[in-house]
């Protein structure tokens, strides 16, 4: 394990220069075959499903800043996703994070349920829960924390006790904290899921996901269906990705230090009712989120006091800075809708259950001057 500081690990993670050129940056290599000297001999690359040099540097460059051995990439976060999954058979069971992103619980639902899987959802915040849940068929615990969009968080360290006690798998996805503010790996987590898109990626320009873990027979099945399924990456895709994280500490620093700035803003608005951030004192779990977390974010979801849809519209369509859109971790502000964008597959019901209203509204922010993120909302809000 390298003793460098994460900044350092950050900016040279998976670089190497080009042995043909001394290029400081990994080429793209733009290429599906590779040229062999005789059947079955080869310099490491066969054919890009498989391996590719531009993938093979990213992939080390998400295992060294997530602390872990192995790395491997996917098309997107959906598809890395997947790919735990498949590690199952019929009849295991999952325990699942009632509050978690509308997609995953889409590809859980929709998907993967009509091939025997099934899945528990509880409240991951007490792990007496996730513990009262496990049976002998449970083979993996998935979590998000902070969670989306609720901001839930769970603790990883104790629920760790609880996966291997059962001796099964507990994956986190980790794309809302990011590798810059929170290492799953070091708590105890046997697999990392990221959505690349986001802050690894961090402009808004590709779409990827990822996957880190240390035992070397949970990465050789995963790479084993990441190259039989084939959900991989691009070069050009890959090369993004890597650019992306060689910025990602200092685009972290400005996401956390806009973040307690809006959250403290949107807190003390008369006509706002609740904010989810989990850098608050008073957050469900903010001893927990201290420890494991450097520091707490930008993604923050509100609510007015006035509830209702078409206030939350109005908001929505009034701001000038934060852009209406789905996706988060760019650099610049964005504002969604969740209950009609990134969770409209969650039944309305599951939603209000868990404290997903329809007045919800969540907030990516960016790393634009705070003051005038401020007077956005300001304006937008009344």
Known sequence: ?????????????????????????????????????????????EYARSQNPTRKALETALAVIENGKHGLAFSSGVAATDAVIKLLNPGDEVIAAQDMYGGTYRL?????????????????????NVAAAVTAKTKLIWIETPTNPLMNITDIHAVSKISR??????????????????????????IVMHSSTKYLG???????????????????QLYFLQKSCGAVPGPMDCFLVLRGIKTLHVRMKQHCENGYVVAH????????????????????????AKIQMRAFGGMMSFTLKDDSIEAAHKVLSST??????????????????????????????????????????RLSVGIEDADDLVEDLKQAIG
């Not at 808004?204 to 949970?218: C, R």
């Not at 209406?324 to 809708?337: D, F, K, Q, R, T």
Request: charged residues 20%; hydrophobic residues 40%; negative net charge.
């Open 108 to 128: 859980f639902t929709k998907v993967f349920e009509k091939y025997g899987i099934k899945f528990i959802y509880v409240d991951t915040t007490d792990v007496q």
């Open 265 to 288: 803003f949107l807190r003390k608005h008369p006509n706002v009712e609740k904010v989810y951030w989990c850098g608050f004192a008073d957050h469900p779990n903010y001893n927990i």
């Open 165 to 190: 006690a059962a001796n099964a798998w507990l994956c986190v996805d980790n794309t809302f904290a990011s590798p810059y503010l929170q290492n799953p790996l070091d708590l105890g987590a046997d």
């Open 320 to 361: 000038k800075l934060f852009a209406l859109a789905e996706s988060l971790g760019g650099v610049e502000s964005l504002i969604n809708h969740p209950a009609s964008m990134t969770h409209a597959s969650i039944p309305r019901d599951e939603r209000i259950r868990v404290g997903l209203t329809d007045g919800l509204i």
């Open 1 to 45: 394990m390298s003793t460098q500081k994460l900044a350092t690990k950050i900016i040279h993670a998976g670089a190497e220069p080009d042995p043909s050129t001394g290029a400081i940056m990994t080429p793209i290599y733009q290429t599906s075959t590779y040229v062999q000297e005789a059947p079955g001999v080869n310099k490491g690359y």
């Open 202 to 220: 961090g402009h808004s320009d590709v779409i990827q996901g990822a996957l880190i873990m240390n035992d070397d027979s949970l990465r050789e």
